[in-house]
């Protein structure tokens, strides 16, 4: 049942130059050619604010970016996502309707940049697997008007738990993710499928939340 899918790049990288995260990006655009279903995310990295921006800029201007990252710093090797170099980066995607989706090391730092950039769209990854972690995530949705949560990797094997959390924090908060090809969507999708959920909570968490915020047709 998925039709389409967004996603970034990402590689191990120690020390990168920009010239390999721009490398990346590249990958990513190579792959929205060759598949027109697929919608590539953008990598940025804290280290390169200046050249991250101008190469925001410059692949927005094609109009088939949508969205910022993942960004999965300890993977990408950046220590945090609340730096002052990160906030410009921040600023030009807020300035551009870009929503942002990180993977957390903690939620300290991105409630820094979801209170320093209110209007910045921001895609929390992954609920977590322990309740604690997850309930967590969720008051953070509730908190935060600003934030979202992707439901990819773990934590859809809960049962109950998107139900709980649409309760908490509205349909609206939540997007569908799978963390492919790392997981299998199926069982993401199908976990989704079997929570208790009308067919208007369904169809936003399924697509029509994203497309609210980036904004596609």
Known sequence: G????????VRSLSAPTFEQIAELNREA?????????????????????EESCREIETLAKTGKIVWIGELVGYIMDYPSYATPEMYQIYELAQHLDLPVNIHPYGLDEIAKVCENFPRLKVVVAHPGSGRNDILTRFEFMVKHENAYLDLSGSGVFRW????????????????FGTDFPLCNPALILEGVRFEHLTDDELAAVCSGNFKRLTGIK
């Open 160 to 175: 109950g738990m998107l139900r709980h959390g649409i309760n908490m924090a509205g349909s609206h908060k939540f997007l």
């Open 2 to 9: 998925i039709t389409r899918s967004c996603g970034s790049v």
């Open 29 to 49: 655009m190579e792959l929205a050619e060759r598949f027109p279903e697929y919608l590539p995310g953008l990598n940025v990295h804290g280290k390169y604010p």
